[in-house]
């Protein structure tokens, strides 16, 4: 028989309930909640000044709440702040990496701060330097690697303590496109392997392509919170654009829907839809029962800038920061 043991689910990776922190008469973080699954990307995003920064280090107990609790993975921020600190591990906006030695002595120091015995240092020492493509680089001082190096190098030595959740805060920013899309892999990496990571960032396209969820933080409140799929129909102006090969099954088309704007020359018809499954198969079944043949159909749903805008008041990804 099955002891109830095994039958309790795994304790979520973090949560937090009704967070807040003041620094003075100002308020960073306003009671927020926060559910972040093991084994997935969570993107807190917000513009500069909304408490991003605060969150990260409230939960990787680097600060202290006013009010509120969070755990990490069943591990109490306040009563346990040793446990919770042996199972994370935070990649700050700033390098962490010491530029005046080399890659492997500072992979060592961070073995060393871990408590490994010389053998497993350079066990995990080796492995991670070869997973981030860091071999050759190793004896040279880090003040030599680029950018691109020196965060790669940056999140092997926060993986030397092997946490199960790791805080990155803003890990691509200043890197070229090349380097950001080397480190979108080593996240998704990272993830496959088990870990959970708490990005934030400044580039919605960075959470768009790698968040399983993402919530938006504005005046400390949190004002929006999804998958990106979710988020985006928050929005409106989502439409499905058919195309037609005949001028007659365009007309036809306009008849069954009776909605949308149709285009002569180009033989297509704009409809508002939020781009759901449902709303997809409702739209042609419509059409199906009409007997009309579509061409093409295209989904046009509104981006995460659209929504950030739509939440923040904040036009543009150049007031995204994380802070």
């Known amino acids: 028989m099955t002891s109830p043991h095994h039958l309790t689910p795994p304790p979520p990776a973090i949560t937090a309930a009704g967070l807040r922190k003041a620094y003075g008469d100002k308020t960073v973080l306003d009671g927020i909640d926060l559910h972040v699954p093991q084994g997935t990307v969570f993107s807190l995003l917000g513009p500069n000044g909304a408490g991003k920064t605060t969150a990260v280090r409230i939960l990787s107990t680097l600060s202290t709440a006013d009010s509120g609790s969070a755990r990490i993975l069943g591990r109490d921020l306040t009563a346990d702040p040793r446990g919770v600190r042996s199972v994370i591990g935070v990649t700050g906006q700033f390098s962490a990496v010491d530029n005046m030695i080399t890659g492997a002595e500072n992979m060592a120091l961070m073995a060393d701060l871990h408590h490994l015995d010389r053998r497993e240092s350079r066990r995990i020492t080796a492995e991670l330097l070869e997973r981030f493509d860091l071999v050759d680089a190793a004896k040279k001082p880090a003040s ?156 046009h749903t509104p981006d995460l800038d659209d929504v950030f805008f739509a939440v923040t008041g904040h036009p543009d990804n150049d007031k995204v920061e994380a802070r």
């Open 144 to 299: 030599t690697y680029s950018g691109g190096m020196r965060r790669r190098l940056d999140i092997a030595m926060t993986l030397v303590g092997g946490p199960q959740v790791i805080f990155l805060d803003e890990p691509t920013t200043g890197l070229d496109p090349r380097s950001r899309h080397n480190m979108w892999q080593i996240i998704r990496d990272l993830v496959s392997g088990g870990v959970t990571v708490f990005l934030t960032t400044q580039y919605l396209e960075e959470a768009d392509q790698l968040a399983d969820r993402i919530a938006v933080l504005s005046r400390g409140k949190l004002v929006a919170q999804g998958t990106p799929d979710e988020l985006k129909r928050l929005v409106p102006g989502g439409h499905v654009r058919l195309r037609f090969d005949t001028a007659s099954d365009l007309a036809s088309a306009c008849r069954a829907l009776g909605d949308g704007t149709p285009d002569d020359e180009g033989l297509t018809l704009q409809v508002p839809s939020d781009g759901s499954v449902a709303a997809l198969r409702l739209l042609l079944d419509r059409l199906d029962r009409a007997s009309v043949a579509v061409g093409t159909l295209t989904v």
